[in-house]
Nanobody, 116 residues
Framework: VQLQAFGGGLARAGGSWSLPCAASGITFSRYATGWYRQAPGKQRELVALIRSGGSTNIADSVKGRFTISRDNTENTVNLQMNSLKPEDTAVYYC???????????WGQGTLVTVSS
C-alpha cells in the first residue's frame, strides 16, 4: 500500500496551493481518503476527509478556504487550499481509512510553508 503525496513547498499568504495524493495497493472505493496536518509543536489534526460517495468532513479552521476532491478512477485525492494563512504552515499527511474498519494508512508527510 502506498499513498504518494505531492506538492509541498512555499506558498504566500492569501495565495492558493494544491496537494494531490495518489493511492496504490488498495481498493480505493472502500476507503475514505484525505489529509491531516501537524504544525510545529501541535498535535496532528484532521484537515479534510472525503468518502467514495463524495461526502466530506472539513475542519472548521479551513472551512470555506479548503476543498477536497477525489477521482475514484485515478485513485487520487486532492486538497485545494485557497486564502492561505501563515497558520496553515504544517506537514500535511495523506490518509486512507477503510470504511467500517480500523484499518488505515498514512503517506509520507509533505511540508507546506505559508509566508506572510
Amino acid at each position: 500500500v502506498q499513498l504518494q503525496a505531492f506538492g509541498g513547498g512555499l506558498a504566500r499568504a492569501g495565495g492558493s496551493w494544491s496537494l494531490p495524493c495518489a493511492a496504490s495497493g488498495i481498493t480505493f472505493s472502500r476507503y475514505a481518503t484525505g489529509w491531516y496536518r501537524q504544525a510545529p509543536g501541535k498535535q496532528r489534526e484532521l484537515v479534510a476527509l472525503i468518502r467514495s460517495g463524495g461526502s466530506t468532513n472539513i475542519a472548521d479552521s479551513v472551512k470555506g478556504r479548503f476543498t477536497i476532491s477525489r477521482d475514484n478512477t485515478e485513485n487520487t485525492v486532492n486538497l485545494q487550499m485557497n486564502s492561505l494563512k501563515p497558520e496553515d504552515t504544517a506537514v500535511y499527511y495523506c490518509y486512507a481509512q477503510r470504511i467500517f474498519s480500523a484499518s488505515n494508512y498514512w503517506g509520507q508527510g509533505t511540508l507546506v510553508t505559508v509566508s506572510s
